[in-house]
T-cell receptor
Framework: AQSVSQHNHHVILSEAASLELGCNYSYGGTVNLFWYVQYPGQHLQLLLKYFSGDPLVKGIKGFEAEFIKSKFSFNLRKPSVQWSDTAEYFCAVIAPSGGYQKVTFGTGTKLQVIP | EAGVAQSPRYKIIEKRQSVAFWCNPISGHATLYWYQQILGQGPKLLIQFQNNGVVDDSQLPKDRFSAERLKGVDSTLKIQPAKLEDSAVYLC??????????FGPGTRLLVL
């Protein structure tokens, strides 16, 4: 069965520190990859996505992610975090399964940025 | 552009009661999703509609959960009867095909 793993459940960083959140998926074929973010009190919203092409994708607010097919990974990065990046981050995969495109979310990573 | 609307925002019921949630997606979005998000976990897909047809309901507990999307627009999700473990946030999302999903505010359900 398709699965998405986010190994970091809770990350605490000081402002200006660099961030990398891990995301690994189990499906070996063509995938569409997403990172969504949920700021406190707000809806889930898209941070960035990868469908094809350049494996390094850039999203909003200075975030980027790199798709490494050989490692089945789509890690999220930001060189310097801000207090306003405090949120919960979810990796999601859409991949073929049984004749349709199946959506699977990871368990999420809570990021707390300390001023 | 109006976002995804959901109601109610909060609901408290006793176990074995029934409850229904409503979702109105973004106009023109053919794909509609219902997710269950239990505290500390990621969203779990319950059912996915393409227009008014079901694409994926493999994780929907069909003995107690049902969903419909009449006319391919708004949708309702029902739980009957509710169990304690159904306490969660129920999220509705819509998208144009397999593109970005736009999420509603969710309905927070507490089953006592």
């Amino acid at each position: 069965a398709q699965s998405v793993s986010q190994h970091n459940h809770h990350v605490i960083l000081s402002e200006a520190a660099s961030l990398e959140l891990g995301c690994n998926y189990s499906y070996g074929g063509t995938v569409n990859l997403f990172w969504y973010v949920q700021y406190p009190g707000q809806h889930l919203q898209l941070l960035l996505k990868y469908f094809s092409g350049d494996p390094l994708v850039k999203g909003i607010k200075g975030f980027e992610a790199e798709f490494i097919k050989s490692k089945f990974s789509f890690n999220l990065r930001k060189p310097s975090v801000q207090w306003s990046d405090t949120a919960e981050y979810f990796c999601a995969v859409i991949a073929p399964s049984g004749g349709y495109q199946k959506v699977t979310f990871g368990t999420g990573t809570k990021l707390q940025v300390i001023p | 552009e109006a976002g995804v609307a959901q109601s109610p925002r909060y609901k408290i019921i006793e176990k074995r009661q029934s409850v229904a949630f409503w979702c109105n997606p973004i106009s023109g979005h053919a794909t509609l999703y219902w997710y269950q998000q239990i505290l500390g976990q990621g969203p779990k897909l319950l059912i996915q509609f393409q227009n008014n047809g079901v694409v994926d309901d493999s994780q929907l507990p069909k003995d107690r959960f049902s969903a419909e999307r009449l006319k391919g627009v708004d949708s309702t999700l029902k739980i009957q009867p509710a169990k304690l473990e159904d306490s969660a946030v129920y999220l509705c999302a819509s998208s144009w095909g397999l593109e970005t999903q736009y999420f509603g505010p969710g309905t927070r359900l507490l089953v006592l």
